[in-house]
């Protein structure tokens, strides 16, 4: 866990601002990010299907057109073969209509008609041979009354065409066959308008993969290396392939011929828009991550702005500047904190005044509290002295009584002068174990005459400290005199040194210096007020003792602890860091 908010917290700065910008540009730009990626995905496959549909369904267009055309032909055949049953002609006639027929449609260059021998009758070709074509699969069928699609043939041209068959009726009976010889080149105009982009193109193959019709007429009649597998007869398929050479293809079957229409396009070109399109959504996204950073930064430095104003005051009452107020430009939230910590101020401020009342008097009941004992005192020795002025024990009372009350004034004088001045002393490296015994040797004789058991242990290995000798053997003498106090005869004081590390800064050791005592103990209460001024629980002093070493140990960066149990005796510890 440890480990976690250490990089966290290197991940994190330690400016709100910053801190303010990371997360918002976090939450910002990363689903910004993520969306502008999935749109630009989305986007792509859209066209992808849209570019893939509009091949379909051109090349269903396509094969439409070429069936429609064939079948055309196949009509114009059946009603010259109808035309032909009904006359009855004899073969000059017939040759009249099938020359007719020729001219009308060019793509028919041969057109026959056959007696059930599979013998030429009449022919449009003119002065030509008639054939015998009894051996064919299309006259066959024919002759059966079934119409007839021959497979694609190469001319001595060298030109595609197929042969087409229909039966001649007369009386419901097949009485000939009406043959032509279809040119295929009738399709090529129909192939050739087929554009996509600049490169994109279409071509027609037959059963045999042979190319039938092609925008480039060198690649007619040539075989295509890719395999296409022959439809079920009677159904319409279309399938899409992306070839390895990076091509988009697709293809189109006409079942009825077995022929086969494609579609051939590079997909870089195909795909042109999806390029741009990806280009400009990512200069579109960048745009937008720059200016939520910007916007970012901005509304981090805005909404930091107030928090730096009250850190800014916070430094300001720190530094006990209590008149110093913020100045409310907003209604909002932050308007809101300014305006408490306005009020907070006042009344700290308020505070303040009537703690320095009630210091100033409670200082001043002390201080009248002492003085009124010591004066009476005074006074009545003072009224006494002319009368008993020869009485030599009342002059020895006098002399020893006077000068003790007056020196306790002194002292009182004292004690409240160091507590308004005791920040004020100069700092060098000491010795605390020096310090100790020097203190140990005044309070032994002081423990052995009130029959209290002293003892003391001190680590040896102790660094020195950076501090004011005479200050802190105040500090520790007050500890050492309030424990005698304390401690009823029988007792036992303890005084013992050791090293510590702080609770704060494992990296940094503290000397600390511990005053246990079997004494009287102090209670929960009596604990909360240990360490204010003027507050005491004897009979005797004004309660200044602790405040004034507490203060001692702080301006030396340390700190005073105590722990009590009312009859359980208490144990002070003064901590202060070694020098560095």
């Not at 066959?177 to 087929?194: E, H, M, P, Q, Y």
């Not at 020795?381 to 306790?408: A, G, W």
């Not at 700092?427 to 423990?447: E, F, G, S």
Request: with cysteine; aromatic share 8%.
């Amino acid at each position: 866990m440890k480990k976690i908010q250490n990089v966290i917290n290197k991940l994190f700065p330690r400016e709100i601002s910053l801190q303010i910008f990371v997360v918002l540009a976090l939450l910002v730009v990363v689903p910004l990010v993520l969306l502008g990626l999935l749109l630009i995905n989305t986007s792509q496959n859209a066209i992808q299907t849209t570019v893939l549909r509009d091949h379909q369904e051109v090349a269903t267009h396509a094969t439409g057109a070429v069936k429609e055309h064939v079948r055309a032909a196949q009509g114009t055949m059946k009603l010259t073969a109808s035309i032909l049953g009904a006359l009855h002609a004899d073969p000059w006639r017939q040759e009249t209509v099938l020359v007719e027929l020729a001219m009308r449609n060019s793509s028919f260059e041969r057109v026959s008609t056959i007696d059930l021998n599979g013998r030429e009758l009449a022919t449009s070709f003119l002065g030509s041979p008639l054939r015998d074509i009894s051996d064919r699969e299309g006259f066959k069928a024919a002759a059966r009354g079934e119409a007839y699609i021959a497979k694609v043939r190469i001319s001595p041209e060298h030109e595609p065409f197929v042969e087409l068959y229909e039966p001649i009726l007369q009386f419901g009976r097949v009485s000939g066959v009406l043959s032509a010889r279809f040119n295929l080149r009738s399709v090529w105009n129909i192939v050739d308008g087929i554009h996509f982009g600049e490169t994109g193109h279409a071509y027609l193959i037959d059963g045999e993969r042979r190319i039938i019709a092609h925008p480039d007429k060198k690649r007619v009649l040539q075989t295509v290396g890719m395999d296409f597998s022959e439809p079920t007869r009677g159904e319409s398929q279309h399938e899409n392939l992306f070839n390895p050479n990076d091509w988009l293809l697709s293809r189109a079957s006409i079942p009825e011929l077995n022929w086969t229409l494609v579609i051939l396009q590079p997909k870089r070109e195909a795909y042109t828009f999806i390029s741009t399109m990806r280009d400009q959504s990512l200069i579109l996204i960048l745009l937008a991550i720059v200016a939520t950073i910007v916007i970012s930064r901005l509304l981090s430095k805005f909404m930091s702005r107030p928090l730096r104003t009250l850190i800014e005051a916070t430094e300001h009452v720190a530094n006990e500047d209590f008149d110093y107020r913020l100045r409310i430009p907003r209604r909002d939230e932050f308007g809101k904190l300014f305006y408490a910590f306005n009020k907070m101020i006042a009344r700290i401020d308020e505070g303040r005044r009537m703690q320095k009342l009630s210091t100033i008097g409670s200082a001043a009941t002390a201080i009248a509290y002492e003085l009124k004992n010591s004066l009476v005192a005074v006074d009545t020795y003072i009224q006494l002295l002319p009368e008993r002025h020869k009485d030599r024990q009342f002059i020895e009372d006098f002399s020893r009584t006077v000068p003790q009350e007056l020196n306790s004034w002194k002292n009182m004088l004292v004690n409240i002068t160091d507590y308004a001045k005791f920040l004020q002393f100069s700092k060098h490296d000491v010795d605390i174990n020096a310090l100790v015994r020097d203190v140990a040797t005044l309070a032994k004789q002081r423990a052995k005459q009130k029959g209290v058991d002293f003892e003391m242990h001190m680590d040896q290995s102790l660094p020195c400290i950076n501090g004011n000798e005479a200050k802190l053997k105040q500090v520790f003498l007050n500890l050492i005199n309030n424990a005698l106090a304390a401690t009823p005869e029988g007792g036992k004081i303890c005084f013992s040194t050791d090293l510590v590390g702080a609770s704060d800064d494992p990296n940094c050791s503290h000397v600390r210096v511990t005053v246990k005592d079997t004494g009287e103990g102090l209670s929960s209460d009596e604990l909360k007020k240990v360490f204010e001024p003027f507050y005491t629980t004897k009979h005797d002093g004004l309660g200044l003792g602790l405040s004034i070493s507490n203060e001692i140990v702080m301006a030396h960066g340390g700190r005073m602890d105590v722990e009590s149990q009312k009859q359980k005796g208490a144990a002070f510890t003064v901590q202060i860091p070694t020098a560095v």
